[in-house]
């Protein structure tokens, strides 16, 4: 099973900061990789699929990067709405498999 | 626009088997579109991902849990099902039914098991 290594695992920053986080993958993925944002008490939402594709209607201040093991996901400009839970998933290898998780405190 | 929702017992006992269905609206099972997975979250932690099926009735399972899930699908009623059999604490989740991709979620079920 490929395992999914997500860093840091919590993380502040301030309104407007440039906010960065890793997922490394114990297996070459390619390109598949997911970026979620998950509220509590709500369901994941995808932003970005395919390590880089921003979903539609996903501010652009989001971007994902990367490709075979290494990956960034990216918030150029913290906004107070996006304090959440981060989580990666790949689904190059089953069975697919999720990133510990950041969370993100302002 | 794709919609699902989960529904099934929300207190399940020791030993007992965790059953939930996920109902399909706006979009066919049967167009082959998507894979159909389940995802749990433990309270306080992160995500597992359980299994998918297809239309057709092909199936992959984490092998975390292969030996104790089932996953099927009732394509006259557009839905799709998980069993999970000889439940224990540590099954304790809010269990989420999505497409495979992970572009459409239902709101997701908590379900405890506990005597």
């Known amino acids: 099973d490929i395992q999914m290594t997500q860093s840091p695992s919590s993380l502040s920053a301030s309104v407007g900061d440039r906010v960065s986080i890793t997922c490394q993958a114990s297996?070459?993925?390619?390109?598949?990789l997911n970026w979620y944002q998950q509220k509590p008490g709500k369901a994941p939402k995808l932003l970005i699929s395919?390590?880089?594709n921003l979903e539609t209607g996903v501010p652009s201040r989001f971007s994902g990067s990367g490709s075979g093991t290494v990956f960034t996901f990216t918030i150029s400009s913290l906004q107070p709405e996006d304090i959440a839970t981060y989580y990666c998933?790949?689904?190059?290898?089953?069975?697919?498999?999720f990133g510990q998780g950041t969370k993100l405190e302002i | 626009q794709v919609q699902l929702q989960e529904s099934g017992p929300g207190l399940v006992k020791p030993s007992q088997t965790l059953s939930l269905t996920c109902t399909v609206s706006?979009?066919?099972?049967?167009?082959?579109?998507?894979?159909w997975s389940w995802i749990r979250q433990p309270p306080g932690k992160g995500l597992e991902w359980i299994g998918y099926?297809?239309?057709?009735?092909?199936?992959y399972y984490n092998p975390s849990l292969k030996s104790r899930v089932t996953i099927s699908v009732d394509l006259s009623k557009n839905q799709f099902s998980l069993k999970l059999n000889s439940s224990t604490a540590a099954d304790t989740a809010v269990y989420y039914c999505?497409?495979?991709?992970?572009?459409?979620w239902g709101q997701g079920t908590l379900v405890t098991v506990s005597s």
């Open positions: 297996q070459d993925i390619s390109k598949f």
């Open positions: 099926i297809y239309y057709s009735g092909r199936t």
């Open positions: 998933q790949q689904y190059g290898h089953l069975p697919y498999s």
């Open positions: 999505t497409t495979d991709g992970g572009d459409f």
């Open positions: 395919d390590a880089s």
């Open positions: 706006g979009g066919s099972i049967s167009s082959g579109d998507y894979f």
